[in-house]
């Protein structure tokens, strides 16, 4: 690499007035291509990731209504109504405030244990994690 940059200095040290400036101007698309690269993979695998452990929220219903993750996983609730719910754990483990059209909310479960939640705006709306 080294020498073959110092060929190309040779190479454009007429035309550029400085080594460094033409290896930046050379070196710099590829460099923002990689970091592209990295940054899209690194979006699309945490979408995989969140996606499994998140609940939706259409039509006044959690979907899933049960869901089973591992102890550390952090859940996801995503309102896709166009009125406010909210999640509120029977335990008060856990509250969100009123989550408006396309709000989010999320909750690390640190412990195992079943989690029956409700919105606390339409309590016959419930739903249940499971963490283990
Ligand atoms: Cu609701």
């Known amino acids: 690499m080294r020498s073959s940059?110092?060929?190309?200095?040779?190479?454009?040290?007429?035309?550029?007035?400085?080594?460094?400036?033409?290896?930046?101007?050379?070196?710099g698309p590829v460099v923002g291509a990689l970091l592209a690269f990295g940054t899209v993979s690194a979006q699309e695998a945490k979408a995989a990731n969140t996606d499994a452990n998140t609940?939706?929220?259409d039509n006044f219903t959690f979907t899933p209504p049960e869901l089973t993750v591992a102890v550390?996983?952090?859940?996801?609730?995503?309102?896709?109504?166009?009125?406010?719910?909210?999640?509120?754990?029977?335990?008060?483990?856990?509250?969100?405030?009123?989550?408006?059209t396309d709000d989010a909310y999320s909750f690390t479960f640190a412990s195992a244990g079943t989690f029956s939640y409700f919105c606390g705006?339409?309590?016959?709306?419930?739903?249940?994690?499971?963490?283990k």
Do not use: E
Request: positive net charge.
């Open 121 to 131: 705006l339409h309590p016959h709306m419930q739903g249940k994690i499971v963490v």
């Open 55 to 57: 609940i939706t929220i």
């Open 5 to 27: 940059v110092s060929r190309l200095c040779l190479a454009v040290a007429r035309f550029t007035p400085g080594c460094a400036t033409a290896v930046a101007m050379l070196l």
């Open 72 to 100: 550390g996983t952090t859940v996801k609730w995503v309102n896709h109504d166009d009125i406010p719910h909210s999640v509120v754990d029977g335990n008060k483990a856990f509250r969100s405030k009123a989550l408006d």
